[in-house]
Nanobody
C-alpha cells in the first residue's frame, strides 16, 4: 500500500531554514508526480510545491524563491528545502502523491523567535 512518511520538521527562527524529507513506499516512486502541502491552524490545507515525475517543479507565489522541491528517485524520497522562513510558514507540512490523492501523516514546522 502507498506510504508517505515525512520527517525534518521542527522549530526555526524567522529567516532560518529547514529541510523536510518524505520517504515513499508501496509504489513505483519515479513514475508519479509528488508534492508538499501545508495546513495552518484554522486554515484549509494548501499545496505549496509540486514536482513532476520528470523533475519539473512548480510553487505557489507565497513560497516561490524561498522553497525548493526536489526528488531522489534512487532513494524514493522527495524533499522540501525551506529558506528565509517566516512566521506565516508555521503549519503542519504534508507529503502528497497527486494520483490517488494520497497524503502522509504530516510534520510540524514552527517559525518563531
Amino acid at each position: 500500500q502507498v506510504q508517505l512518511v515525512e520527517s525534518g520538521g521542527g522549530l526555526a527562527q524567522p529567516g532560518g531554514s529547514l529541510r523536510l524529507s518524505c520517504a515513499a513506499s508501496g509504489f513505483t516512486f519515479s513514475s508519479y508526480a509528488m508534492g508538499w502541502g501545508r495546513q495552518a491552524p484554522g486554515k484549509q490545507r494548501e499545496l505549496v510545491a509540486g514536482i513532476s515525475s520528470g523533475g519539473t517543479a512548480n510553487y505557489v507565489d507565497s513560497v516561490k524563491g524561498r522553497f525548493t522541491i526536489s526528488r531522489d528517485n534512487a532513494k524514493n524520497t522527495v524533499y522540501l528545502q525551506m529558506n528565509s522562513l517566516k512566521p506565516e510558514d508555521t503549519a503542519v507540512y504534508y507529503c502528497h502523491r497527486y494520483s490517488g490523492n494520497y497524503w502522509g501523516q504530516g510534520t510540524q514546522v514552527t517559525v518563531s523567535s
